[in-house]
């Protein structure tokens, strides 16, 4: 079976950066386009942005110019790097394929913007 697992969340300030990670195991991670998506509790989740494997990428309107994702097919691995961020950014943040895969999710890691 598929798994997935994120990391790299954390608490912080306005305007600071993390990098996320995703390892994927258990699959040809190189056939696949990865998408990051991300939820706040009571609000359904979204998607924030995606990779295919030759890197090309699209992101939601509200992270673009902030948001960078990568990844790396050699480590079954994709990244999101954010910058600038905003309190209203604060979720909890996941990756899985694109389009959405069900029943592969991961545990998530959750992304705290505050002062």
């Known amino acids: 079976q598929v798994q997935l697992v994120e990391s790299g969340g954390g608490l912080v300030q306005p305007g600071g950066s993390l990098r996320l990670s995703c390892v994927a195991s258990?699959?040809?991670?190189?056939?696949?386009?990865m998408g990051w998506y991300r939820q706040v509790p009571g609000k359904q989740r979204e998607l924030v942005g995606s990779?295919?494997?030759?890197?090309?990428?699209n992101y939601a309107d509200s992270v673009k110019g902030r948001f960078i994702i990568s990844r790396d097919n050699a480590k079954n691995t994709v990244y999101l790097q954010m910058n600038s961020l905003r309190p209203e950014d604060t979720a909890v943040y996941y990756c899985n394929f694109y389009p959405v895969i069900a029943g592969v999710w991961g545990q998530g890691t959750q992304v705290t913007v505050s002062s």
């Open positions: 258990r699959i040809i991670f190189r056939d696949y386009v």
């Open positions: 990779v295919a494997s030759g890197g090309r990428t």
